[in-house]
């Protein structure tokens, strides 16, 4: 079993910074694509960011400039970096992982995280 564990939500101030951090563990030979979505109240669930393991990444054109979704070296480990945050920010935001290697077999099942909820207000 695939188990993501985030960490780094929390208040911020207009036009400060927070990272969060999701980590992958489990029998994990690779994942192919890791990143984050986010949900703010009474909103649907949107993706922010995604980042592929030869290093593509795409972001949602409301934080371009602003965040980076980065990867550690092993690749199971995945960051986004939050800087300038708006109180358009706020929301939950989930990891989520897909397209994993486990013992040499693939799987396209997608994985969330549990949520980590960034609150952006002065």
């Known amino acids: 079993q695939v188990q993501l564990v985030e960490s780094g939500g929390g208040l911020a101030q207009p036009g400060g910074s927070l990272r969060l951090t999701c980590s992958a563990s489990?029998?994990?030979?690779?994942?192919?694509?890791m990143g984050w979505y986010r949900q703010a109240p009474g909103k649907e669930r949107e993706v922010v960011a995604l980042s592929s393991r030869v290093g593509t990444t795409t972001y949602v054109e409301s934080v371009k400039g602003r965040f980076t979704i980065s990867r550690d070296s092993a690749k199971t480990t995945v960051y986004l970096q939050m800087n300038s945050l708006k109180p358009d920010d706020t929301a939950v935001y989930y990891c989520y992982v897909t397209g994993i290697v486990t013992r040499s077999v693939f799987s396209p099942t997608p994985y969330w995280g549990k949520g980590t909820l960034v609150t952006v207000s002065s």
């Open positions: 489990g029998s994990i030979d690779s994942i192919n694509t």
